[in-house]
Each structure stands twice: as structure tokens, then as C-alpha cells.
């Protein structure tokens, strides 16, 4: 029967290559990504465990090299560095346990996010396609939160996970939890840049996000939106009344929500007596436990770690996965891969701060800041390098800003030489002017 799924999935996948534009096959990837596990956190998931995330892998490589082999020149050498330092754990890996087909998988599904950048990039590269990629983003984020709503109501047996909580079309609540955290940053950066229409999508995601009961994910969506509220070009004003109101809704859905319970069950956490004693009272302590055994396998391998994907197959102290990128990554890959990913960490960041000192007010540039933020959030208490879906979605909105971004600047360029300047994007007189003053400089 896996056989005929996977064939099955090979014809379709051709098909829709030969029948599909990029946009729609880039929404197919995102959207596919998302809806893979339904059922799973039921337990009975429709689709075997893992198969659908790896052809969606497979999928998103093979839609780069047949439709925009040109955008592979654009990865840059740090990029090629982190993939071969990333192939080097494979090795780790192979020399701790033997030969296995898991770290191969599991670096698979991470690197499936390049071509999805890429992609969106080239889909959002021109001025005329604005639309089309807010459109693209707009229906990614969306989609996966209405299903979970509409599963809750019409197919709570297979949407509702064994622990009670909703999971939607996602394999845990938490997983759930984290892309609407990233959906809603998004969709509050559409209501407010784009246009007003979006409020209904944005309700529906924060309605989703609560109902998955991740007091995690509202976090990282709380912060996100307090990140745009500060940064986007606003009045003083407006921005403390943003604050505010993020404040004054989260409180309101601690109060009326079991999330308020759940709140109270980690404040009341006791660390060092869960530690010591390996018994946990809630989801918090079995973190700490659980970051402790994993800190203290670590220890016997700290420089090069145990290889990647170790702590999602064979390191297991507590039977489950780590719950921290954090500490993920030390396990995995030792000091030198924390120091690595630093590095390509501080590339990125002098990278923005270039664009940045560019166009100062650029909204793509606000958004792709609240969501790296949320994503750090996120990571400090959840599985994120395995939450396929939410990394996905990121993927998918940093190429869509870049595209735009990089856009963004030829029309400026081309206003300061006298040429015509569409009406579409924002702030383009002031950034005009800027660049004005800083052709001979910065550029």
C-alpha cells in the first residue's frame, strides 16, 4: 500500500509540475506541509508517519531545478558552508550509531526550506506581483487555521488530539500552535500595511491559537506583534496604544481561557526538586528534566555533538524530543555546530542591518524582524526545527519580503534617475529621497 502512495504521489507531483505556475506550486508545498499529519495526533493518522514531509522535500527541490534553476545562483558561499558543515553531521552521526537513512531524511526536510525561499523570491521579484504574493502569503497562513476550526466542529475525532487539545491538520497541538503563531505576526503585518479586509483572517488565527492551548505559541505570537507595533513607521502614540492592546488581550485570554490554568501550573513549577527527583508536575518541570539528561549526554560529546536528527531518533532521555533549539543544536551538533550557525546567524543579521541603514521604514524588513523574534521565542520551549509547517511558512515569507525588498529598491533607483515610480509600494518618495543622498554611498 506505501508502495502505491508513494508512485501515486510520484505522478501527481510530475503533473502538477507540468500543469502548475510557481505560485501555486510554492502554496501547494506550504499548504501540503501543513495538512500532511491530520489524524496523527488522534491516533490514527491518514498518511504514514513522515512520508508525505519527505516527498513534499523532494517535491520543492524538484520544482527548483525544472522551473527556476536560474535562482540557485543566488545561494550565497556561507549558504554552501552551512550545508556542508550540516553534511558533516551526517558523518557524527553515522560514527555514533551506524549507517541509517535518518540523519539523511531529517537533513532532507531542513534543507526543503531553501528552495521554498528561493521560489518566493522569484515569485515576488517584481513590482506587479505585489499582489499575487500577498495573495500566496495571505491563503498559507490562513488555510490551516480555518481547517482547524472547521475540524474541531465537523471531524473532532481525527482533529482533536489524545490529550484533548485541538491539533487541527498538525501531529501535536504544539506544532499547531507554533505556525498560527507565525500566521497571525503575518496577518496582523497584512491588516495593518495592506489593507483592512485581513482583520476577518487575522480573528480566525487568533480564535485557532487559542483553542491549541500552547501557552508557548501565544507567547511567541504576543511578542511578534509587539515587535511590528514598535517598528512599523506609526506615531509614538500608536505604538504604545499597540502595546497596550497586546497586553490587555493577552490578559483577557489567561483570565478566560484554560490557558490561565496552565499559566498558573508553570508559575508554580519547581525546578530543582523536579530535577532531582525526575518527577515532573506539568509540561514545564518535564522540560527541565528532560533539557538536563539531554545537557548531561551532551557533556560526553561537546565538541561535535551526537550528529543531526540524534535527538529526534535514538537520544531520547524521556522518550520525546528535546523541546529546545537550543539545546537541540548543542546535542547535535557540539560547541563548534553552535558556533557555526552563530556565524551564519551574524551574516543574516549584517545582511538586514545593510538594508536596513538603506530603508529604514520598510515594512518588509519590520516583518521579517518580528518573525525571526517569534521564531527565537518559540524555539526556547518547542520542537522548531521539526515543526516542518511553521519553518515553511517562514521560509515562504522571508522570500516573499526579499523579493519585494530587492524590488522595492529598483523602483526607488529607478525614481531617482527620473524614471517612473508605481504607486503600489509605500513610503517610495521618503526612500527615494534617502537613496538620493546615499547613490554615491551605500550603494
Not at 493518522?45 to 543566488?74: H, I, M, Y
Request: with cysteine; glycine share 10%.
Amino acid at each position: 500500500m506505501t508502495y502505491l502512495l508513494v508512485v501515486f504521489m510520484g505522478v501527481v507531483g510530475f503533473i502538477s509540475i507540468a500543469m502548475f505556475r510557481v505560485p501555486v506550486l510554492v502554496a501547494l508545498i506550504v499548504l501540503g506541509r501543513a495538512v500532511s499529519d491530520v489524524g496523527h495526533a488522534a491516533g490514527h493518522a491518514l498518511f504514514p508517519t513522515g512520508l508525505v514531509s519527505v516527498a513534499l522535500s523532494l517535491f520543492a527541490w524538484l520544482v527548483l531545478f525544472l522551473k527556476s534553476p536560474t535562482q540557485l545562483g543566488q545561494l550565497k558561499a556561507s549558504s554552501a558552508a552551512l550545508a556542508l558543515a550540516s553534511g558533516g553531521t551526517i558523518l557524527v552521526y553515522f560514527y555514533y550509531f551506524g549507517l541509517s537513512a535518518e540523519p539523511v531524511v531529517y537533513l532532507l526536510k531542513l534543507s526543503s526550506l531553501i528552495p521554498i525561499f528561493l521560489l518566493a523570491r522569484s515569485v515576488s521579484s517584481t513590482p506587479q506581483s505585489s499582489v499575487r504574493a500577498t495573495a500566496l502569503l495571505s491563503w498559507s497562513a490562513t488555510l490551516p487555521c480555518a481547517l482547524l476550526l472547521g475540524g474541531l466542529i465537523l471531524l473532532p475525532g481525527l482533529t482533536v488530539g489524545e490529550n484533548g487539545r485541538p491539533s487541527g491538520t498538525f501531529v501535536h497541538a504544539n506544532a499547531a500552535g507554533s505556525f498560527i503563531s507565525i500566521a497571525v505576526v503575518i496577518l496582523v503585518w497584512l491588516c495593518l500595511t495592506q489593507s483592512r479586509r485581513f482583520l476577518v483572517p487575522v480573528c480566525v488565527a487568533l480564535v485557532a491559537l487559542v483553542l491549541t492551548g500552547s501557552l508557548n505559541a501565544v507567547i511567541t505570537a504576543v511578542v511578534g506583534v509587539i515587535v511590528l507595533c514598535c517598528w512599523l513607521p506609526t506615531t509614538a502614540v500608536a505604538r504604545f496604544a499597540g502595546v497596550i492592546l497586546c497586553g490587555l488581550g493577552s490578559w483577557l485570554v489567561v483570565i478566560l481561557t484554560p490557558l490561565g490554568g496552565r499559566l498558573e501550573e508553570a508559575l508554580a513549577s519547581d525546578f530543582s526538586s523536579a530535577i532531582a527527583l525526575g518527577v515532573s508536575r506539568n509540561s514545564l518541570e518535564w522540560r527541565f528534566i528532560n533539557w538536563s539528561l539531554l545537557l548531561d549526554t551532551w557533556r560526553e560529546s561537546p565538541t561535535f555533538g551526537w550528529g543531526i536528527g540524534s535527538t529526534s531518533t535514538v537520544i531520547q532521555p524521556l522518550g520525546g524530543p528535546p523541546h529546545s533549539l537550543s539545546v537541540q543544536l548543542l546535542v547535535e551538533t557540539g560547541i563548534l555546530g553552535v558556533i557555526l550557525t552563530m556565524i551564519f546567524g551574524a551574516i543574516c543579521i549584517a545582511s538586514f542591518y545593510r538594508n536596513l541603514r538603506i530603508d529604514p521604514r520598510s515594512p518588509y524588513l519590520a516583518i521579517g524582524a518580528a518573525v525571526t523574534v517569534s521564531l527565537l521565542v518559540n524555539g526556547l520551549a518547542s520542537n522548531l526545527l521539526s515543526s516542518g509547517a511553521a519553518l515553511y511558512l517562514a521560509a515562504l515569507l522571508y522570500g516573499i519580503c526579499g523579493g519585494l525588498q530587492r524590488s522595492r529598491f529598483v523602483d526607488v533607483r529607478g525614481a531617482v534617475s527620473g524614471q517612473f515610480l508605481p504607486s503600489s509600494f509605500g513610503h517610495n518618495e521618503e526612500l527615494a529621497t534617502v537613496l538620493g543622498r546615499r547613490t554615491n554611498g551605500d550603494l
